[in-house]
Each structure stands twice: as C-alpha cells, then as structure tokens.
C-alpha cells in the first residue's frame, strides 16, 4: 500500500478489494465497509488507511 493519507477513487478501492461498485455501496450502508468521504458535488474516496485495515481484518 502507498501513503496512507491518501484518497482512494473508486476505480482503486475496487480494484484493490476485487469488490464491484454495487457490492461496496451495499457492503457500506450494511455498516461493513469503511464510509466514503465527500471529496466534492459529485465525487467521493476513501481514506487508504480505513481501506488497508479493512484488508488486513478480512
């Protein structure tokens, strides 16, 4: 994993989690998956840490 601070996209968080786009929105409201941050109107990431933690517990 790079830096930690950084904000994962979508695009990344799937292909790092080998999850869909549906399959993370479901797993997030479900209280599963680390919440995505408002990054502006329409777009949102992850904090790379919050997603690394969620990896290593699985």
Do not use: E
Not at 9 to 19: I, N
């Amino acid at each position: 994993m790079t830096n930690p601070d950084r904000i994962l996209r979508c695009k990344d968080v799937m292909a790092l989690t080998g999850l869909s786009r549906s399959t993370l929105y479901a797993m997030m409201s479900d209280g599963t998956f680390p919440a995505s941050i408002k990054l502006s109107k329409r777009a949102v990431g992850w904090r790379a840490k919050a997603v690394q933690a969620w990896l290593d517990a699985r």
